[in-house]
């Protein structure tokens, strides 16, 4: 089976020349507890790149949609997958999805993406055609990958995992605020409603579901900040890869 998706990426860092293996550093989680930014700004600070899975998942959400299939039919055909055209460029904390030449960064944040992300990511011929192009990322440059299942099933070989969590109450309160942020008009009690649904979707899904890799840190960063998060992942990355990374 072929599908036209691609990776790219401007150009090679000089630590990319020099590092001989890959490194892959993997943080999953559950929705809003803050995978993104995190992920974005320990990518930032490692001088890796960001594979962002979750919006990944989106794009697929995105495409399916705008052919008229709807979350929850089964199965989903496969010419509709089939004629998926996804472009990513990576890039140092962040990342760039295109569908064809749209860049659709931006449109795959909206609410209804993401809860058609987390409907059509339970198919197995769904994860099918993005397993591969997350993992050849890895071959050819050091990651920072977040999702789901980036350290259990993805990347099980990664050298560093992290696994966040935070209350259910401050995740939706979070996830409220960056929804005031970009304008919409959130209410509370739905948002918390939401994610709840999400959490057991992600969670009890036969196909790769969500949990923590026995081998990867557990961070509870419900009364964490961001910094703090952050200081913790990198002195358990220079302990685990025996570096230190300059400061910023
Ligand atoms: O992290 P996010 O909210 O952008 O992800 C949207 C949905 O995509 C999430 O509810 C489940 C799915 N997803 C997944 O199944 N596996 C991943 N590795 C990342 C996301």
Redesign the pocket.
Known sequence: MSYNNEISRPELTTLEAEVPHRIVVTV?GP?GVG??TTAGSLAARLGFLLL???????VV?LHLMRNAILPGSTPVPDSTLKSLDLRMELEVGSMRIYLGSEDVTGVIREERI?EA??VF??RTEV?RVLLELQRSASSKWNLVA?????GTV?FPHAQVKFFLTADLEERSRRRYFELLDRGEHPELAIVKEEMLS?DN??EFRSE?P?FKASDAVCIDTTHLGPEQVLRCMMNNIEEKLQVKFSNP
């Not at 977040?146 to 980036?150: S, W, Y």
């Open positions: 999953d929705a995978k993104t962002d899975s979750g919006a990944l998942y989106r959400a993401g992300a987390s990511s339970c994860r977040e999702g789901r299942d980036m993805v999400r979707r992600d790769a969500l």
